[in-house]
């Protein structure tokens, strides 16, 4: 077998809400071979991977994948159960995985859900599978499966990977309370919630934070000073900046003494109880690293506490217990610490509840001082301490303390942290008991001290405490970004379908954004926000709708939503407000294992799918495809407000939606009708709508009435709605999209349409509005199936008798010359009499059909928007800047342009088609 190649989709995708990897697996000589054809290997298997007796599979029970290999079932199958149970015992709590026939024998597609927050980056599913691949060809040929030393490795990856305990408390406490959480990179670092209420936090650190309260809490004499400038107690301490001043300050202060690093955390070269000068200059050898200065303080007797305060209130305490072990009168110590670390919840450093001890030389000398060694055996019962110092990181342990605390502490721990200025701060203190007051105006170390403040504190002691009560600190914090009844999110559109995308996205964005809102739109074009063009690319997919949604400017998202992020990578945001599918057609069949209709349906309905509760879904009552979209389970689980949209009065599924009480958007003799209940509401005369040349544009109308009925499910007004599409102008608003120039005498269409029912109605739409025999100048896209291609051209030839073929630079995989052969081929057998032409590049292609057109209207489809702006550019062809109102052409003499009089919509009918070409765009007769 072979791993082929592997994907991570982040976002909801076609198979669950959580994260997955598709990984493509080569079966190659184990092609079409099944586990009963091989003797002795599902007994072996489960010898080697015991747990896979408990995996379910299909059967919903366990032994379910058992009994498919004792039926029979193919080797993929068994890779994909064989790397669950390799990810189960590396340390990933994932349990969904799918095995997928992809298009030929041998070929397989396993999908395998991955933790919720793995770095999208990660190896760990790449090795996983590479590993199971390796242990089934092991046992299939009775080797040594020989995988513990490489799953070692793996599970090292997965223990370094993970979010640490402070961190994931945190994205925990924001998903229950329905807060977006997307994790930076491979970073303990997470942005939480959408736009303009999107927020950073790295572990207890918030955008919050201070940056002079880090500073100060980093540097622990400024610490000390303010706090006792503030009267809050703290150890006599000075910095000393060699052994000896050390050993001079350990005497001027009396000892014990605490020598520790002027900044650092954790514990780390921290020496207590230093009663000698000979201490104190080892001590502060070992504290003073790169800094060249110690901090010597007086040693404070009592029990070591931590305070959490977050937003000057007292949230949680612990007493902090150094790290020990207790004798069980046989076990000698080394065993005892070997015993205490194979406690589940301790891992290495801060990715677990506890911290494993490390019998490290500050052990030892610890353990010195107690006449004892690593080899010495306690007694039952008898409890041996390992360090002086109570910190977590080192070993250590807590005991849940809050409901203890004295009011006098817990206002002396708020002033510690306001002090500073942090608003989560973590106080280190020594008091004899925290639940005593303390002593009025006590200070000294006789009444307890405030020993440090910390900057990002550890959650880790509160949330699961060896004893006590667990707290949710981690909700606390959250609350201090996100007070209750604050929100986290801003509304979200997701628009998809096979055309109209790109429109019916900038139509919906350019409302919004006349009502008020500062918009981000991801789009075929790029990344817009403010109307801004931000980043420029084909971002339809995920990665930019997180753009947008990470823009803190941002107060409504609208995102296209194309067919081939969902696949690849899944949907870039959790939930949208609204979905819209403008329709559903034939394209891109036959890629990334989708080939029929049914399967693309499958992957358009997610974003109706993957909607709140109660959210809106927008839907084409006149593409039954589309509409039907409304009855699957996953979309009505939602309990969904749907709204049709159609330009056919009387359609059947808009009429018993409306019976039942539904909301539906329709054109209504000439006019954008909102029909809700018994009520309607007319929104537009379509004459208004620019580019819609009095409806005859009809896909334009479409686009229209979808875009009107997702910006009313978010509360846009009947009046902000006309405003604005009155404004949408083509050119300015709708680049690329059935733009009109005018060049050698002629009426040039610049569209993106590349699929056949794209082009059927744009033909309709030139024929409709200008008449005569208009020309075209095309390409279309090599990535298309060749009978898809075919169907294209067929549609092309039915609308255009005279045809320029040209090939974009990028053939997507094509050779030369092969789309051009196919096209016309299809063109000359669909309509014998087409004239059919090739040329070099847009601009000729261009040329060639100008030459042609002899006045007539050309069509010019383009793959890149800007090289087909030069090729226009090239000729000298002028936007025409007529209104397009379907009434009066109204445009501006300075193009050489006339303005005629206006003629009604059925005056335009009656009139001809060429009579309506003239009325929707006059040129003078020097253009000709």
Wanted: proline share 5%; aromatic share 4%; charged share 20%.
């Amino acid at each position: 077998m072979r791993l082929e190649d592997l994907r991570h989709l982040s976002g909801p995708n076609v198979f669950t809400a959580k994260p997955v990897i598709l990984a493509r697996v080569e079966l190659e000589e184990l092609t079409c071979q099944e586990t009963t054809g091989h003797p002795g290997f599902a007994e072996r298997l489960t010898a080697a991977l015991p747990g896979l007796a408990g995996h379910h599979c299909a059967a919903g029970r366990p032994g379910g994948f058992l009994a498919a290999m004792a039926r029979g079932t193919y080797f993929g199958h068994v890779t994909e159960h064989v790397a669950l149970e390799l990810s189960a015992l590396a340390g990933r709590d994932v349990h969904l995985g799918r095995t997928i026939w992809a298009g030929a024998d041998g070929r397989y597609d396993v999908m395998m859900e991955c933790p919720q927050d793995e770095p999208a980056e990660s190896g760990v599913p790449a090795d996983l599978l590479r590993l199971a691949i390796a242990t089934v060809d092991g046992i299939l040929h009775e080797r040594d499966a020989g995988f513990p030393a490489e799953l070692a490795r793996i599970s090292g990856a997965v223990e370094r990977e993970r979010l640490g305990v402070s961190t994931a408390a945190l994205a925990a406490a924001a998903r229950r309370r329905g807060i977006p959480v997307r994790r930076v990179g491979s970073l303990s670092m997470l942005r939480l919630g959408y736009g303009r209420h999107r927020r950073l936090v790295r572990a207890a650190l918030t955008e919050q934070t201070s940056v002079i309260g880090v500073d100060i809490a980093a540097d622990k004499m400024l610490a000390k000073r303010l706090l006792a400038d503030a009267g809050i107690p703290v150890p006599d301490g000075v910095v000393a900046w060699s052994a000896e001043e050390a050993a001079a300050a350990l005497e001027a202060l009396g000892g014990p003494v605490v020598v520790k690093p002027c900044t650092g955390s954790h514990g780390v070269n921290v020496s207590v109880g230093v009663a000698t000068g000979e201490e104190a200059a080892a001590a502060f050898a070992a504290a003073a690293g790169e800094h060249g200065g110690a901090i010597v303080e007086r040693f404070v007797p009592g029990t070591d506490y931590r305070v959490l305060v977050v937003d000057g209130r007292v949230t949680a305490a612990a007493e902090l217990r150094p790290a020990a072990v207790t004798g069980d009168g046989s076990s000698d110590i080394s065993e005892l610490i070997a015993r205490v670390n194979a406690d589940p919840r301790r891992g290495e450093g801060h990715s677990r509840e506890l911290t494993r001890i490390r019998l490290d030389a500050s052990v030892a000398a610890h353990l010195a001082g107690q006449g004892l060694d690593r080899h010495s055996v306690p007694a039952s019962g008898q409890v041996v301490t390992l360090r002086r110092n109570a910190n977590l990181s080192t070993g250590g342990t807590s005991r849940d303390v809050t409901d203890q605390v004295h009011g006098d502490v817990a206002d002396m721990c708020r002033r510690a942290a306001a002090v500073v200025g942090l608003d989560v701060c973590g106080i280190d203190m020594r008091l004899a008991d925290i639940s005593a007051p303390l002593p009025a105006g006590g200070h000294g170390a006789g009444h307890g001290a405030v020993l440090e403040v910390n900057a990002c504190p550890g959650l880790r002691m509160h949330l699961s405490p060896d004893e006590g009560t667990p707290r949710d600190v981690a909700g606390a914090v959250i609350d201090t970004l996100y007070p209750p009844g604050a929100p986290s999110r801003i509304p979200v559109i997701a628009v998809t379908g096979t055309n109209g995308k790109t429109t019916t996205v900038r139509m919906i964005g350019h409302i919004l954004g006349q009502a008020g809102l500062r918009v981000g739109m991801s789009t075929t074009d790029g990344v817009y926000a403010g109307g801004r063009l931000v980043y420029e690319a084909d971002a339809s997919g995920p990665r930019s709708a997180e753009m947008v949604l990470d823009d803190t400017s941002v107060e409504a998202a609208v995102l296209e939503t194309a067919r081939g992020g969902i696949i690849r990578r899944g949907l870039g945001y959790d939930k949208a407000d609204v979905a819209v599918i403008t329709n559903i057609a034939a394209d891109h069949l036959g890629t990334d294992g989708v080939d029929g209709i049914g399967q693309l349906v499958d992957v358009k309905a997610l974003i109706a799918e993957e909607i709140h509760d109660g959210g809106t879904v927008v839907l084409n009552a006149d593409d039954p495809t589309a509409a039907a979209i409304a009855g699957r389970p996953r979309v009505r689980r939602h309990a969904p407000v749907i709204r049709y949209f159609s330009l056919s009065g009387g359609n059947p599924v808009a009429e018993r939606h409306r019976q039942a009480g539904g909301i539906t958007c329709e054109l209504r003799d000439g006019q954008l009708v909102e029909f809700d209940g018994t009520r309607e509401r007319v929104l537009l005369g379509v004459a208004e709508l620019p580019g819609a040349f009095g409806g005859l544009a009809r896909h334009l109308v479409a686009n229209a009435l979808a875009a009107v009925a997702a910006c009313r499910a978010v509360g846009v007004s009947a009046k902000d709605i006309r405003r604005a599409l009155r404004t949408f102008t083509p050119g300015e608003a709708n680049p690329g999209r059935g733009n009109v120039y005018l060049a050698a005498g002629s009426p040039v269409i610049l569209d993106y349409g590349h699929n056949a029912a794209a082009l059927a109605a744009t033909g309709r739409m030139i024929s409709d509005v200008w008449g005569g025999e208009p020309v075209a100048a095309i390409t279309l896209p090599g990535d298309r199936r060749d009978d898809l291609v075919t169907a294209t051209a067929e549609t092309i030839a039915a609308w255009f008798g005279r045809v320029v073929v040209y090939e974009d630079a990028d053939k997507r995989g094509r050779a030369p010359g092969e789309m051009t052969g196919l096209i016309t081929a299809a063109m000359r057998r669909s309509r014998p009499a087409a004239t059919c032409s090739a040329a070099e590049g847009p601009e000729a292609a261009l040329r060639a059909a100008l030459g042609m057109a002899a006045g007539s209207p050309v069509l010019f489809l383009y793959e890149k928007l800007g090289t087909a702006r030069h090729a226009l550019e090239a000729i000298g062809a002028q936007p025409c800047p007529a209104a397009w109102d379907g009434t009066a052409a109204a445009v501006s003499p300075a193009h050489g342009i006339t303005s005629w009089p206006a003629m009604s919509q059925p005056a335009m009918a009656a009139a001809g088609p060429l009579r309506r070409a003239d009325q929707a765009c006059q040129w003078n007769r020097g253009h000709r």
